[in-house]
């Protein structure tokens, strides 16, 4: 008797927890930030993500790849890699950034991803060897030769699970 009582309360409950998921995900679509596309494939100017002045960030200065870096604004990135770029939006559902994502895909084999609402750059990937890092390094390169170049410059990271250096890993700032 009890289960037949308890199935539909956690049922409902469940029911319940994905309304107020689902609602906060709608309006978090409505956000008040400057940045609105709403097909992909459509460029917004850069200065439409953010309106916000420039603050100091917590990103390592020197830090980059293919001349951009963590922590740039859009105008920066044009200036570096040009405007011949598609966009799209990720969402961060999970709230794992603390923002969703505009992310700018260039042809020439970079991606450039902003937080849409502090409008700096948190993520720069390429695989391709046209784009090297600040320091010199590139897709092609072996292991050592980027570990001879990174060692000496940054702190290796250890982890929290077995206190053992994670090999590749190092810290760059918070």
Known sequence: MRKKILIPIVVVALLLCLASQLFKYSDSKES???IDT???????????????????????????????SLGDSPQKVISV?????????????????????????????IVVSFGKTSGKVIRVVSASPNFQTDLGIKVGDNAKTAF???????????SRHSNEVLEGWFHAGE
């Open 81 to 109: 890699l040009g405007n011949d770029y598609t966009e799209s939006i990720e969402i961060d559902n999970g709230g794992i950034i603390g923002e969703d994502i505009v992310i700018w895909s260039y042809e020439k084999g």
């Open 32 to 34: 008040t930030n400057p």
């Open 148 to 158: 001879e170049v990174y060692k000496p410059k940054f702190k290796e990271a250890i």
């Open 38 to 68: 709403n097909d992909k494939g459509v460029s917004a100017p850069a200065d439409s993500i953010s309106t916000e002045a420039p603050n100091q960030n917590n990103f390592v200065t020197g830090l980059g790849l293919g001349g951009v």
